[in-house]
């Protein structure tokens, strides 16, 4: 069983409207929890964290968490065109030899004009 | 602003020739610092971990005699892909994080091999 899980999509949803990315995660032990985001041919960049259960927003980006059912999703709001990437969740999980950092494998959104 | 620097952010070559990447790390010293590899529409593959001071931790099936990492000071990790072939051709990126804090990504080296 992979650490992180997320459905590779794409996803698809039409310019205005809620894209919703879902994430699981395997490791009760983890403790923080990421989204990227990486257009093609970039690099992943941080979009959002989040660190305990409940919603955390940031603009139009909502990260929800619910450890008791571990999972942890992404909710964008007013989607655009410029929205469309892959998106990446992310969780770390301390450890007595360090912290291990685990992605998913992403999920690719495309919002249509 | 940018947290993680590195270059260069594009590389062609022939066939034979090894390449030098370096990564950066600009707010803080890090101690730990990783190198991913991406291939066109493929996810993140993470290749090593570098550690400062000491030998670089390679994922199962990354050849260390490949692709030489050296990680020399707190804040700047190199990744050498030695006599490097068009199967090397690829989208390095490395990444630095501190504890429990988010990884944060250099803009990535794309590397051609002709």
Redesign the interface.
């Known amino acids: 069983q992979k650490e992180v899980e997320q459905n590779s999509g794409p996803l698809s949803v039409p310019e205005g409207a809620i894209a919703s990315l879902n994430c699981t995660y395997s490791d009760r032990g983890s403790?923080?929890f990421?989204w990227y985001r990486q257009y093609s041919?970039?690099?992943?960049?941080?979009i959002m964290?989040i660190y305990s259960n409940g919603d955390k927003e940031d603009g139009r980006f909502t990260a929800q968490l619910n450890k008791a059912s571990q999972y942890v999703s992404l909710l964008i709001r007013d989607s655009q065109p410029s929205d469309s990437a892959t998106y990446?969740c992310?969780v770390?999980i301390?450890s007595n030899t360090?912290?291990q950092?685990y992605?998913g494998?992403?999920t690719s959104l495309t919002v249509i004009p | 602003g940018a947290v993680v620097s590195q270059h260069p952010s594009w590389v062609i070559c022939k066939s034979g020739t090894s390449v030098k990447i370096e990564c950066r790390s600009l707010d803080f010293q890090a101690t730990t610092m990783f190198w991913y590899r991406q291939f066109p529409k493929q996810s993140l593959m993470l290749m090593a971990t570098s550690n400062e001071g000491s030998k670089a931790t390679y994922e199962q099936g990354v050849e260390k005699d490949k692709f030489l990492i050296n990680h020399a000071s707190l804040t700047l990790s190199t990744l050498t892909v030695t006599s490097a072939h068009p199967e090397d051709s690829s989208f390095y990126i490395c990444s630095v994080r501190a504890g429990l804090q988010p990884q944060h990504f250099g803009d990535g080296t794309r590397l051609s091999i002709l």
Do not use: I, R, V
């Open positions: 403790q923080s990421f041919g970039k690099s992943p960049e941080l964290s990446l992310a770390n301390p360090g912290n950092f992605f494998t992403g």
